[in-house]
């Protein structure tokens, strides 16, 4: 019981101390993801004029990746004042497992979503300029 106790105490302590041997590491990666998302917005404005699939798949790719970059840092800030309920272990954590879904899920769609996708978008675009020869209009006689 007493061990139960302390773990969840460990978790959920509202002020657990500016003591945090991860911070340097955190911040690296939160800055690391405020300027991938940077360099990834620039690079999606580029490759989706001509890929729709991946247009389509990673839209919301760069704002998702600023988002979790902010919150880090955020989160990292509110531990190192020691400000109370917003510094919790427990947040920082979630966050982090929410982060590490985020990579899964995003690693998937590159994987196994994006080729076909992208298959089926230029099978599509094959189709339609087949079709689209026999609707010409005929050359007027004169």
Known sequence: MEYIKSFFSYFFTSNPGTEFSYYIPVVVVAVALILGSILFSQYYKRKKKTDFAFKRLFKSLSSRMLLFGVLFLVLIAFRYENIPYFSMRVLLYLTALLFL???????????????????????KHHTVKKEENPYLPNKKKK
Do not use: G, H
């Open 101 to 123: 879904y985020f990579v899964y899920r995003y690693i998937k769609v590159l994987a196994v979503k994006y080729p076909k996708e992208k298959e089926n978008a230029q099978a």
